[in-house]
């Protein structure tokens, strides 16, 4: 049985927003820690840029370094926790550590979506766990629970709004009628959005997240060009408007679902039902609906970021790898397996569609536009046609059934070339959770 106070020393990489959210709650909650877990996470050393730098949290200044070499090379220190982000200094930093026998805690998603397949090649090959509860919706726990509680589950599907930024911005422009900008610079002003938010409005922020989720149900690592990514960029206030007429709302939506045919990894704008849960989804929360074959559906909700959140789920995993220290472990956070195959091109995903033509008001367009499309074998649920002034440009908005990717991008080259089409169509993808 272990001494209550036993210490399992933690090198800290990185004192960003979460990393200084870790160390604070780690002090904070120290005595309630040890209490649960029968030992001291103790952070040894902190890697920072520069040791002489004001900070809001006061340190001990003999933990701070300024290299993660000497996280590495120090014996005392049994967890690596990286917090650096980015894709280069942090992994050789985690490949290093694996290689030394130490363990790895880490919330960066880009670097397992981009180097998952290599990274738990290395913790296989050395038998050293990763763990990486914070890489996929802050403090949400899906991760344990692919891992876990849905062990026993064929995962069949999972839909997930999973960048808070994007939602908070979607959510403003439903709610208020105001412009893609203007939200933008809204979530900006209001610390939702980045100085630089592109990953967050492209959509790769939600897809480094979407491959993890992806890999862990599926037991092949998903490859950043096995999946469609497309970001909020074009949403303007008139799609939001039609959406709502139509009784949906628009989401950034991760979609990962399996048949026969392999799986889908997909993340896009998506017109959802009101009636559905993620709908209701609002501001900067995150939700993830999970459909496994034994549990049935679950829900999993809360932020997807921040200090806090993050911070508590990082603070999970170094509890979990503390206490594995002593035991050795089978699972090293990814284990591969054969059951599913390969993930389905963009082009022979079948969904419904949102498309809005920009046209000229007169006679005979529509019937131009549903042309194309039923010469493509694709068949209207739905028109929506706003009265205009006869000669100039109106929205023409039609709902589609069923039909391959594939199909919809042939029949939109034809629409674009019509005469009366005087913009680029919008095409926005409908998920109706059949």
Known sequence: MRSLMQKIGIGLAGFGTVGAGVYHNLVRNRVLLSERLGIELAVKKIVVRDPAKPRSIELPKELLVSSWKELVDDPDIQIICELIGGTTDALEMMLAAIERGKVVVTGNKALLAEHGREI?????????????????????????????????????????????????????????????????????????????????????????????????????????????????????????????????????????????GGIEVRVHPTLIPKTHVLASVNGVFNAIAATGDVVGDTLFYGRGAGQDPTASAVISDLAEAGLGIETPRSHFGFTPHALYGKCKPIGDIVCQYYLRV?????????????????????????????????????????????????????????IRALPSVKAEPRLIRVETFA
């Open 358 to 414: 920009p046209v000229l008001d007169k006679p005979g367009v529509l019937a131009q536009v549903a042309g194309v499309l039923g010469r493509h074998n694709i068949g209207i649920s739905s028109v929506i046609q706003p009265e205009g002034t006869e000669g100039e440009s109106v929205p023409l908005v039609l709902m589609i059934h069923d039909a391959t990717n594939a199909q919809m991008q042939s029949a939109l080259a034809e």
């Open 120 to 260: 738990f090649a290395a913790a296989t090959k050395y038998r050293v766990p990763v763990f990486f509860e914070a890489a996929a919706a802050g403090g949400v726990p899906i991760i344990k629970a692919l891992r876990e509680s849905f062990v026993a589950n064929h995962i069949r599907s999972m839909h997930g709004i999973i960048n808070g930024t994007s939602n908070y911005i979607l959510t403003q422009m439903t709610e208020r009628g105001i412009g893609f900008e203007e939200a933008l610079a809204e979530a900006q002003a209001g610390g939702y959005a980045e100085a630089d938010p592109t990953l967050d409005i492209n959509g790769w922020d939600a897809a480094h997240k979407a491959i993890i989720l992806a890999s862990l149900a599926y037991g092949f690592w998903v490859g950043t060009d096995d999946i469609f990514v497309e970001g909020i960029e074009k949403i303007t206030a008139d799609d939001i408007r039609f959406a709502c007429e139509l009784g949906y709302r628009i989401k950034l939506l991760g979609i990962i679902k399996a048949d026969e």
